[in-house]
């Protein structure tokens, strides 16, 4: 995505993941100027507010830059403020259409946000962030053909942004075709070797996966991982998968890839210690079966 995606809504596949289905339920439940006076019983509104420009007189550049910080500062309705005082004065209409609905977005009003991105993607349609934030939406209200479509019109216009390859496999994912699935992340994993551990507000498709879906994600990122030797990050990715439910000795006796790790004592541990936690036992010394041991080499 653009920096104007990276900068708030990329689809990074980690944090979020129930907190923020949790806060967006309970902003829908609130109005608009009762959100807005509960920020601003933050400590830091009162010194952001003494330094805001004035919408009658500031520049169009100046305001956007004031809807930039607010928004960083979370005080996203008076962000949208803001940006609307920047497009009166006649800012660039396509660039604030395109932070106007990822701040709409992140307050969870997708009804609004896709108008604005279908504003961004007629008024360029070229913009390949434009087309990237209309499949985030796509993908929040189900619609995952019009998504995958808006995915791919988005590659087509930058085939080296790594997360719009990210964003499309999630759709995948969801629809079951790991395949198309693998592919994409692959893809992501190529332009990007780091994407997958950045911990920013990144996207939509992460935090809006299913418990289930999230960790058939991990197990599909261990995967990746076990093809590029990358053993740290498999057996990490392995224990979230497990941790979260997902059945990775299953799906491991069915997968080639995968197989030569199903038996790894590294593996057998992790998953008894997911059992562990979740059947409330203090320690995985305690699962039926117990720890097995461990190689002669590493028990020293």
Not at 106 to 126: G, I, P, S
Not at 179 to 195: G, H, I, N, Q, V
Not at 235 to 260: Q, R, T, Y
Not at 264 to 270: G, K, S
Request: aromatic share 8%.
């Amino acid at each position: 995505m653009s920096t104007l995606l990276r900068s708030s809504f990329l689809v990074v596949f980690f944090s979020l993941l129930i907190t923020g289905a949790r806060l967006g339920a309970q902003q829908k439940a609130l109005s608009p100027e009762t959100m807005r006076q509960m920020e601003h019983q933050d400590p830091q509104w009162q010194a952001i507010a003494s330094h805001l420009p004035d919408p009658a007189t500031a520049s169009a550049e100046k305001l956007e830059m004031a809807a930039d910080v607010l928004r960083a500062r979370r005080f996203p309705e008076d962000a949208l403020d803001y940006y609307m005082y920047a497009l009166r004065r006649g800012g660039k209409e396509a660039d604030l259409m395109n932070k106007i609905g990822v701040t709409e977005l992140e307050l969870w009003h997708t009804a609004q946000a896709r108008v604005y991105f279908q504003r961004v993607v007629k008024l360029k349609k070229k913009s390949a962030s434009g087309w990237n934030n209309l499949g985030a939406v796509e993908y929040l209200q189900g619609r995952f053909g019009s998504a995958i479509s808006d995915y791919n019109r988005a590659i087509k216009l930058d085939k080296k942004m790594a997360t719009y390859h990210s964003n499309l496999g999630t759709v995948y994912l969801e629809q079951r075709d790991f395949p198309s699935a693998r592919k994409e992340f692959e893809t992501a994993l190529t332009l990007d070797p780091e994407l997958f551990e950045h911990h920013g507000g990144s996207g939509v498709a992460a935090h809006m996966l299913s418990s289930e879906d999230h960790a058939r994600f991990c197990y599909e990122m261990a995967r990746l991982y076990a093809e590029r030797g990358d053993e740290v990050s498999l057996l990490h990715n392995l224990a979230k998968a497990s941790d979260e439910g997902f059945d990775i000795l299953a799906a491991m006796s069915k997968d080639a890839v995968m197989m030569p790790y199903r038996k790894d004592p590294r593996v057998l541990v992790l998953v008894q210690n997911s059992r562990a936690l979740r059947t409330s036992h203090a320690s995985a010394a305690n699962v039926p079966g117990g720890i097995p041991p461990l190689p002669a080499a590493e028990r020293e």
